[in-house]
């Protein structure tokens, strides 16, 4: 009885899924879980593709992590990954379905702790001080009282501000502004071309030359004022003309720069303190306005800064949506060299095998069909001229009989046209017989017009006005000297020439040089 019943299949009643369906919900399960996570581990293997996007591993002693940084992310980072360092990754967890993996996006990257860039930045201070950028022999005297002062700073942050007080309460200067990021990426290409620049400029030029140099920045950690430690800036630095002051974070914060200067300063306001001598005693109240208006501009800023962030996370992230085709694209560009090889194989394999077939015996028999074929036409080619010369009297006769009335036609459009070539000929005849005369008085015109000009131009005119030409033994004089030295003085008016002379002709400087009259 039990053989006329089939035994339940285990797992019948559960529903099938896609793959698709199963990827979209372990993304939404995976971003749901850890929507934005910070991890710290070993930088692993790193790729950068011509694409601009950075992948690399993050690992420990169990486990390795995948991760990605789109091109926008990397140009914001201030430190790049590289294989060995130990990071703090930021970022949020996804996954990419095209390989069934779950993977980091990165959004910023940095040291687990100072002690890596500690040690960095003691190899490259090591590094410059053995090439003797930092000696002291090296450093100039700054000026007493520098007439211009070149600042490179962020001319939105409130050190320009310190500086330009401090400078106008102590002793104003004539101040020169060379705006640059003192915080990430473009931080020290910009600081470095803003020395460069200010050294390139030539003395008496339409933009005064610096006399002194200040470089400053507000303070902050070590990660904001690393631009500051990198080789070109120092470089930079140490190879100005001008005097330089260092006046980069507060008094405990020290960067390569310091070392590379002629002079460090311990705040920016300490450095318009040591550019200038003391004029007048600060105001007390100005410090007090100037750090409560930058407390306020702050946490406005602070405060719309944070609303528009609110207002950002009710907007679909673009990364999500392209992030997926800008991997599989990355991947593709990998895979297409590797397929193109493969191609050319196949190819190469299939026309050795059709080579191989072609031998001599199949070369003759098609060789004796060649010849077999030609032979036919050749037959049919010695009748096909005299059935061809048949043909064309045939359609000859047929068109000789349809070309009478199509000749009339043709005759009469030509004696029109001719006619309409007539007219035309002798509109223009009729335009060619004026064109001269218009011509001439538009010269006549243009000429009487610059004549006009000229007279009132002249020197004459000018003489009427009430000036005057002034000539010394028969040269135009321009100069009290060449006035002094000349024998006899003649005074051209509108009206007629005097002279003045009389006089034995001396040197310019036998008389002296604030005497006001001519003899």
Request: some cysteine; proline content about 7%.
């Amino acid at each position: 009885m039990s053989d006329l019943f089939e035994d339940p299949v285990p797992g019948g009643n559960s529903p099938e899924f896609s793959v698709s369906e199963i990827s979209g919900a372990v993304k939404r399960v995976l971003e749901g879980e850890f929507g934005r996570v910070r991890v710290r581990g070993e930088v692993g293997r790193v790729s950068r593709p011509s694409s601009g996007h950075l992948y690399f591993d993050l690992k420990d002693s169990n486990a390795v992590l995948a991760a990605v940084s789109w091109k926008g992310q990397v140009a914001r980072m201030q430190i790049r990954p590289e294989e060995g360092m130990e990071v703090v990754a930021t970022g949020r967890l996804t996954t990419f379905p095209g390989q069934s993996k779950y993977q980091l996006i990165v959004d910023d990257v940095a040291p687990a702790g100072l002690g890596a860039l500690m040690v960095m930045l003691e190899k490259r201070k090591a590094a410059l001080a053995a090439e003797g950028l930092f000696d002291p022999a090296r450093k100039q005297p700054i000026p007493f009282l520098p007439g211009v002062i070149g600042v490179v700073t962020s001319p939105s942050g409130a050190v320009i501000r310190d500086i330009l007080h401090r400078l106008r309460d102590r002793f104003p200067r004539h101040v020169l502004i060379w705006p640059v990021a003192v915080q990430g990426e473009k931080c020290a290409p910009e600081v470095a071309a803003a020395i460069r620049g200010f050294n390139a400029l030539p003395p008496g030029g339409p933009i005064p030359r610096p006399d002194l140099i200040i470089v400053a920045r507000g303070g902050g950690s070590l990660e904001d004022l690393w631009g500051f430690n990198e080789e070109i800036v120092v470089r930079a630095a140490a190879a100005s003309r001008i005097p330089l002051i260092s006046a980069v974070g507060h008094e405990t914060d020290t960067t390569l720069i310091d070392h590379a200067a002629d002079r460090r300063a311990p705040t920016p306001t300490a450095a318009a303190e040591m550019a200038v001598p003391v004029r007048m005693d600060l105001l007390a109240g100005l410090d007090t306005t100037g750090a409560r208006l930058a407390r306020a501009l702050a946490q406005a800023f602070a405060l719309r800064r944070q609303r528009v962030t609110d207002l950002s996370r009710a907007l679909p992230r673009p990364d999500s949506l392209t992030g997926p085709a800008r991997q599989r694209l990355d991947l593709w560009a990998d895979r297409l060299p590797r397929a193109l090889g493969q191609g050319v194989t196949r190819r190469r394999a299939r026309l050795a095998e059709l080579a191989a077939t072609v031998r001599p015996m199949a070369l003759a028999r098609m060789t004796g069909d060649g010849r077999a074929r030609l032979a036919d036409r050749t037959a049919r080619l010695d009748a096909a001229p005299a059935r061809g010369l048949t043909e064309a009297q045939a359609r000859l006769s047929q068109t000789a009989m349809r070309l009478v009335p199509a000749l009339a036609r043709a005759l009469a459009d030509h004696d029109r046209r001719i006619a309409d070539s007539r007219r035309k000929l002798a509109d223009l005849a009729a335009r060619l017989d004026a064109a001269p005369a218009a011509r001439l008085t538009a010269l006549r015109e243009r000429l009487e017009t610059r004549d006009r000009l000229r007279q009132t131009l002249g020197h004459m005119e000018t003489l009427k006005r009430g000036y005057a030409v002034v000539r010394g033994d028969g040269h135009v004089v321009t100069s009290k000297a060449a006035a002094e030295a000349a024998a006899t003085l003649e005074l051209q008016f509108h009206d007629g020439r005097l002279t003045l002379g009389g006089k034995p002709a001396k040197k310019a400087r036998d008389k002296p040089a604030d005497q006001g009259s001519l003899f």
